[in-house]
């Protein structure tokens, strides 16, 4: 009778620590997936020279690299090179997605008052078109 009862009392031992286990990793995933999904703060400060995408784009071909003032964590002015600028607002910031072997950036997205979305992206940041994307999936 007694290793009866050591037994069950093996097997509660060993479907608590499963369920932990499995607890465990769950919210392992809810934090990772939350860090990955949430919104981010700028990549820059100040006035900086960032890649700017003025929406539709297609590649990085469409943007340009202006300097863009961060008024504060929500509002820019975008620089443009003949002397002009734009003021920007409800600056959202995410993880990009990724891209073959190109590391995870931070890029942000606003909006000007006549409702253009404009895209921020650091300067090294590699947006592919989509003949490149093609072209990836043939050498797959």
């Known amino acids: 009778m007694e290793d009866i009862g050591y037994i069950k ?23 990772y997936s939350n860090y990955i999904n949430g919104e981010k703060k700028p990549f820059w400060k100040g006035t900086d020279t960032i ?13 340009y ?8 964590n929500k509002n820019t002015q975008i620089f443009f090179d003949n002397g002009g ?7 959202t910031c995410y993880f990009a997605s990724e ?8 890029f942000c997205r606003s909006w000007d008052n ?4 404009w895209d921020f992206m650091p ?10 994307i093609e072209k990836s999936i043939e050498n797959l």
Do not use: E, H
């Open 99 to 106: 891209y073959l072997n190109t590391p995870r950036y931070v």
């Open 65 to 72: 690299k202006l300097n863009v003032k961060l008024v504060d």
């Open 85 to 91: 600028y734009i003021f920007t607002r409800n600056l």
């Open 51 to 63: 890649q700017v995408c003025k929406v539709p784009y297609y590649s990085n071909d469409d943007c």
């Open 123 to 132: 300067i090294w940041a590699y947006y592919p078109s989509t003949k490149d």
């Open 114 to 117: 006549n409702g253009q979305q």
């Open 9 to 31: 009392a093996l097997k509660m031992r060993m479907l608590k620590f499963i369920i932990y286990i499995i607890l465990f990793c769950w919210v392992a995933n809810r934090i």
